[in-house]
């Protein structure tokens, strides 16, 4: 039965521009309560999060910010209609295997949860309050389960290693319009080379603690490294992809 849940989810993923990915959507036009975010209290979250070392001095008005801009960005995302609140069934799976993969240090993280973006991009993001944004775009191009517990995991280790507030904290002026990616106010911040991976590593360590197939992983940056291929088809300035957040795919942990 297991397999057969996968299956109707993962077999629509193939052929999504046909319109018949929508498996368990209820289809609503209402935005749920708990969408609707405490902003105050998203922002303490994110603060308390912040290490102490820190809030010190000049630093913490900076930290400070950083808390309140993400918890407002955070919270109109959620409320803005483009997440997917009335596909329960997927949002659920998604959040299954996240499960699997957290390791044990943040089990005990309530904040931390999947949620799906109405964005044919292939990408995903996880905030520094432990939400997670996960792009349909990239649901259709994952080749199977492994391959989006890899995604999960390597957004998790960004957030394991506090990327976003050090990103963040690096910008000279502090604004977010040179550290953030900013579309409908989506909190994605452009991280280093160094930083991917970083995650990339972390992610790898807690997918063999999860019993996940390896190759699933290795799956993933399959299909990255031909979506790549694609880009540089249609780019005129080829060049422009080194300026890229993520390293391209043959510098990632593949793993043997």
């Given at each position: 039965m297991?397999k057969?849940?996968?299956?109707?989810?993962?077999?629509?993923?193939?052929?999504?521009?046909?319109?018949?990915?929508d498996?368990?959507?209820?289809?609503?036009?209402?935005?749920?309560?708990?969408?609707?975010?405490?902003?105050?209290?998203?922002?303490?979250?994110?603060?308390?999060?912040?290490?102490?070392?820190?809030?010190?001095?000049?630093?913490?008005?900076?930290?400070?910010?950083?808390?309140?801009?993400?918890?407002?960005?955070?919270?109109?995302?959620?409320?803005?209609?483009?997440?997917?609140?009335?596909?329960?069934?997927?949002?659920?799976?998604?959040?299954?295997?996240?499960?699997?993969?957290i390791?044990?240090?943040?089990?005990?993280?309530?904040?931390?949860?999947?949620?799906?973006?109405?964005?044919?991009?292939?990408?995903?993001?996880?905030?520094?309050?432990?939400?997670?944004?996960?792009?349909?775009?990239?649901?259709?191009?994952?080749?199977?389960?492994?391959?989006?517990?890899?995604?999960?995991?390597?957004?998790?280790?960004?957030y394991?290693?506090?990327?976003?507030?050090y990103?963040?904290?690096?910008?000279e002026?502090?604004?977010?319009?040179?550290?953030?990616l900013?579309?409908?106010?989506?909190?994605?911040?452009?991280?280093?080379?160094?930083?991917?991976?970083?995650?990339?590593?972390?992610?790898?360590?807690?997918?063999?603690?999860?019993?996940?197939?390896?190759?699933?992983?290795?799956?993933?940056?399959?299909?990255?490294?031909?979506?790549?291929?694609?880009?540089?088809?249609r780019?005129?300035?080829?060049?422009?992809?080194?300026?890229?957040?993520?390293?391209?795919?043959?510098?990632?942990?593949?793993?043997?």
């Amino acid at each position: 039965m297991k397999k057969l849940f996968i299956w109707l989810f993962l077999l629509p993923l193939t052929s999504f521009t046909q319109n018949t990915f929508d498996y368990g959507r209820s289809y609503s036009d209402t935005i749920p309560e708990k969408y609707i975010l405490n902003v105050a209290k998203l922002r303490e979250h994110i603060y308390v999060g912040v290490p102490s070392s820190l809030k010190r001095d000049w630093h913490e008005v900076m930290t400070y910010r950083f808390a309140d801009e993400n918890a407002y960005q955070i919270s109109n995302l959620l409320a803005s209609g483009q997440v997917y609140s009335d596909w329960l069934p997927l949002e659920n799976y998604l959040n299954e295997i996240f499960n699997k993969v957290i390791p044990k240090e943040l089990k005990n993280d309530s904040m931390i949860h999947a949620y799906i973006i109405q964005d044919g991009d292939c990408n995903a993001f996880m905030t520094p309050s432990g939400y997670t944004f996960i792009n349909i775009g990239l649901l259709a191009e994952v080749p199977n389960e492994a391959a989006i517990a890899g995604v999960l995991a390597h957004e998790l280790g960004h957030y394991y290693l506090k990327h976003s507030l050090y990103t963040f904290i690096q910008e000279e002026t502090g604004e977010f319009d040179q550290g953030l990616l900013s579309y409908s106010n989506k909190p994605f911040y452009r991280y280093s080379q160094k930083q991917e991976l970083q995650a990339d590593s972390l992610a790898i360590r807690w997918l063999q603690n999860s019993n996940y197939n390896l190759n699933g992983f290795n799956s993933f940056f399959e299909t990255m490294r031909r979506l790549e291929r694609n880009r540089i088809k249609r780019s005129e300035n080829t060049w422009e992809l080194k300026a890229t957040t993520h390293p391209l795919t043959d510098e990632t942990h593949m793993v043997e």
